[in-house]
Protein backbone atom coordinates (compact mmCIF):
# COMPACT_ATOMS: atom_id res chain seq x y z
CA UNK A 1 0.00 0.00 0.00
CA UNK A 2 1.30 3.41 -1.16
CA UNK A 3 0.45 6.64 1.42
CA UNK A 4 0.68 10.48 0.44
CA UNK A 5 0.90 13.05 2.49
CA UNK A 6 0.67 16.29 0.69
CA UNK A 7 1.45 19.69 2.94
CA UNK A 8 2.34 22.84 2.59
CA UNK A 9 -0.77 24.63 1.19
CA UNK A 10 -1.94 27.94 2.74
CA UNK A 11 -3.45 31.52 2.25
CA UNK A 12 -0.91 34.05 -0.14
CA UNK A 13 -1.13 37.07 -1.76
CA UNK A 14 -1.97 37.79 -5.30
CA UNK A 15 1.81 37.24 -6.89
CA UNK A 16 3.43 35.35 -3.89
CA UNK A 17 5.01 31.58 -3.29
CA UNK A 18 4.08 28.47 -2.11
CA UNK A 19 6.06 25.18 -1.78
CA UNK A 20 4.25 22.11 -1.78
CA UNK A 21 5.72 19.18 -0.31
CA UNK A 22 4.25 15.27 -0.49
CA UNK A 23 5.75 12.45 1.20
CA UNK A 24 5.71 8.86 0.07
CA UNK A 25 5.78 5.92 1.80
CA UNK A 26 5.04 1.69 1.20
CA UNK A 27 7.00 1.03 -1.98
CA UNK A 28 10.24 2.18 -3.71
CA UNK A 29 9.53 5.32 -4.05
CA UNK A 30 12.18 5.92 -6.64
CA UNK A 31 11.45 4.03 -9.45
CA UNK A 32 7.67 5.75 -10.52
CA UNK A 33 6.74 8.84 -11.93
CA UNK A 34 4.70 11.74 -9.61
CA UNK A 35 1.49 14.08 -10.66
CA UNK A 36 0.56 17.33 -8.93
CA UNK A 37 -2.96 17.83 -9.72
CA UNK A 38 -5.86 20.30 -8.75
CA UNK A 39 -9.26 21.20 -8.39
CA UNK A 40 -11.10 24.16 -7.72
CA UNK A 41 -14.77 24.65 -6.67
CA UNK A 42 -17.23 23.24 -9.16
CA UNK A 43 -14.29 22.02 -11.61
CA UNK A 44 -13.07 18.69 -13.38
CA UNK A 45 -9.72 17.76 -11.36
CA UNK A 46 -6.70 19.34 -14.23
CA UNK A 47 -3.20 18.28 -14.58
CA UNK A 48 -0.61 20.99 -13.04
CA UNK A 49 3.30 19.21 -12.88
CA UNK A 50 4.57 15.83 -13.15
CA UNK A 51 8.24 14.56 -12.97
CA UNK A 52 9.81 11.29 -13.97
CA UNK A 53 11.57 8.56 -11.35
CA UNK A 54 14.59 10.20 -11.87
CA UNK A 55 13.87 13.36 -12.16
CA UNK A 56 15.36 14.00 -15.57
CA UNK A 57 11.86 14.91 -17.29
CA UNK A 58 9.09 17.58 -15.99
CA UNK A 59 6.05 18.09 -17.69
CA UNK A 60 3.26 21.39 -17.15
CA UNK A 61 0.17 22.38 -18.11
CA UNK A 62 0.40 25.62 -20.19
CA UNK A 63 -1.20 27.23 -17.75
CA UNK A 64 1.40 27.09 -15.14
CA UNK A 65 4.50 26.76 -17.08
CA UNK A 66 7.45 29.26 -16.31
CA UNK A 67 5.88 29.65 -12.68
CA UNK A 68 5.94 26.43 -11.21
CA UNK A 69 8.75 24.07 -10.99
CA UNK A 70 8.32 20.21 -9.84
CA UNK A 71 11.53 18.30 -8.22
CA UNK A 72 11.73 15.20 -6.24
CA UNK A 73 14.27 14.12 -3.27
CA UNK A 74 14.45 10.23 -4.06
CA UNK A 75 16.64 10.29 -1.14
CA UNK A 76 13.71 11.89 0.98
CA UNK A 77 10.79 10.35 -1.26
CA UNK A 78 9.53 13.47 -1.19
CA UNK A 79 8.02 15.03 -4.30
CA UNK A 80 8.13 19.04 -4.52
CA UNK A 81 5.86 21.91 -5.95
CA UNK A 82 7.41 25.48 -5.88
CA UNK A 83 4.67 27.25 -6.89
CA UNK A 84 5.86 31.13 -7.61
CA UNK A 85 3.58 34.49 -9.08
CA UNK A 86 0.86 32.75 -7.67
CA UNK A 87 -2.41 33.90 -9.32
CA UNK A 88 -6.28 34.31 -7.46
CA UNK A 89 -7.02 31.48 -10.37
CA UNK A 90 -4.31 28.87 -8.84
CA UNK A 91 -6.70 28.55 -5.94
CA UNK A 92 -8.10 25.33 -5.58
CA UNK A 93 -6.95 21.94 -3.50
CA UNK A 94 -3.83 20.63 -4.39
CA UNK A 95 -3.41 16.62 -4.48
CA UNK A 96 0.06 14.51 -5.64
CA UNK A 97 -0.11 11.38 -7.38
CA UNK A 98 1.75 8.35 -7.52
CA UNK A 99 2.19 6.16 -11.24
CA UNK A 100 1.90 2.63 -10.99
CA UNK A 101 4.32 1.75 -13.64
CA UNK A 102 8.36 1.60 -12.84
CA UNK A 103 11.08 3.96 -14.50
CA UNK A 104 8.77 5.13 -17.45
CA UNK A 105 10.84 7.55 -18.99
CA UNK A 106 8.71 10.55 -19.58
CA UNK A 107 5.60 10.98 -17.00
CA UNK A 108 2.22 11.30 -18.35
CA UNK A 109 -0.66 13.74 -17.85
CA UNK A 110 -3.66 11.65 -17.51
CA UNK A 111 -5.18 10.91 -14.21
CA UNK A 112 -5.90 7.09 -14.85
CA UNK A 113 -1.96 6.02 -14.64
CA UNK A 114 -1.63 7.67 -11.43
CA UNK A 115 -2.93 4.87 -8.96
CA UNK A 116 -1.99 6.38 -5.55
CA UNK A 117 -3.07 9.87 -4.49
CA UNK A 118 -2.80 12.03 -1.17
CA UNK A 119 -6.07 13.64 0.56
CA UNK A 120 -4.78 17.03 -0.68
CA UNK A 121 -4.07 20.56 0.60
CA UNK A 122 -5.97 23.65 0.25
CA UNK A 123 -4.09 26.65 -1.81
CA UNK A 124 -5.56 29.79 -1.44
CA UNK A 125 -4.55 33.25 -3.82
CA UNK A 126 -6.46 36.24 -2.37
CA UNK A 127 -6.11 38.92 -5.22
Known amino acids: QVQLVESGGGLVQAGGSLRLSCAAS????????MGWFRQAPGKEREFVAAINWSGGSTVYADSVKGRFTVSRDNAKNTVYLQMDSLKPEDTAVYYC????????????????????WGQGTQVTVSS
Open 97 to 116: AADWRPKIPTPGSAPYIYHY
Open 26 to 33: GRTFSNYA
